[in-house]
């Protein structure tokens, strides 16, 4: 059994990394979609799953982007909202738009974040709960669990709202919502053999 991690070996660091490599690339692309991705990049690991509720019309769509300080015109957000809202509903579906927005990942690393999901999936029901983590590690190292200000339920479930959508946090982690959350820690990485380096290493593959 090993301590539980909350944060990613490096995240700081490679969000730092990041959000540089991605200031530096919005000035040369002209794709919408490709701008606001490059934008939630700048903002760190977290930026690209915090935009909002399950369905989003044009009006939600627009708040929500200035709520996270997106700097698109008016113009640019039709644009990418007429991209994301397929059937011409007038509503775009926020899953949906985070998988398209979700910087594209090589299969390697698809794998081995499924591995790290298998892992923790004790049950192999497709979602880690607290049940699955009882198994797999050990709450007693954690600092907040050691000074009496959590119970081991308490570090586990921190642990998984880490992973867990924002407007859906529910204790429950999809494999969905696992992605979306390597996707954004990935972006950050630009080599697959460091990626795969990384995650053997936090998860014990």
């Given at each position: 059994?090993?301590?539980?991690?909350?944060q990613?070996?490096g995240?700081?660091?490679h969000d730092?990394?990041?959000a540089?490599?991605?200031?530096?690339?919005?000035?040369?692309?002209?794709?919408?979609?490709?701008?606001?991705r490059?934008q939630?990049?700048?903002?760190?690991?977290?930026?690209?799953?915090g935009l909002?509720?399950r369905t989003?019309?044009f009006?939600?769509?627009v708040k929500?982007?200035?709520?996270?300080a997106?700097?698109?015109?008016?113009?640019?957000?039709q644009?990418?909202f007429?991209?994301?809202?397929?059937?011409?509903?007038?509503?775009?579906?926020f899953?949906?738009f985070?998988?398209t927005?979700?910087?594209?990942?090589?299969k390697?690393?698809k794998?081995?974040?499924?591995?790290?999901f298998?892992?923790?999936?004790?049950?192999g029901?497709?979602?880690?709960?607290?049940e699955d983590?009882r198994?797999?590690?050990n709450a007693k190292?954690?600092p907040?669990y050691?000074?009496?200000?959590w119970t081991?339920?308490?570090v586990?479930?921190?642990?998984?709202?880490?992973?867990?959508?924002?407007?859906?946090?529910?204790?429950k982690?999809?494999t969905?919502?696992?992605?979306?959350?390597?996707?954004?820690?990935?972006a950050?990485?630009?080599?697959d053999?460091y990626?795969?380096?990384?995650?053997?290493?936090a998860?014990k593959?």
């Amino acid at each position: 059994m090993s301590a539980l991690v909350f944060q990613m070996p490096g995240t700081a660091r490679h969000d730092r990394e990041m959000a540089i490599q991605a200031k530096r690339n919005l000035s040369k692309t002209t794709d919408p979609v490709e701008r606001l991705r490059l934008q939630c990049l700048a903002r760190g690991s977290a930026g690209i799953k915090g935009l909002g509720s399950r369905t989003l019309d044009f009006k939600e769509f627009v708040k929500g982007l200035n709520d996270y300080a997106m700097m698109i015109d008016k113009e640019e957000a039709q644009e990418i909202f007429r991209i994301f809202d397929k059937d011409g509903s007038g509503t775009i579906d926020f899953d949906e738009f985070l998988v398209t927005l979700r910087p594209p990942m090589s299969k390697a690393r698809k794998e081995i974040i499924m591995q790290a999901f298998r892992k923790l999936d004790k049950t192999g029901d497709g979602v880690i709960t607290i049940e699955d983590l009882r198994g797999v590690y050990n709450a007693k190292h954690h600092p907040k669990y050691q000074n009496g200000d959590w119970t081991e339920d308490q570090v586990f479930r921190a642990f998984l709202d880490n992973f867990d959508s924002p407007y859906d946090k529910d204790g429950k982690v999809t494999t969905e919502e696992f992605m979306n959350y390597y996707a954004g820690v990935s972006a950050s990485i630009d080599t697959d053999v460091y990626f795969i380096i990384m995650m053997k290493n936090a998860w014990k593959l």
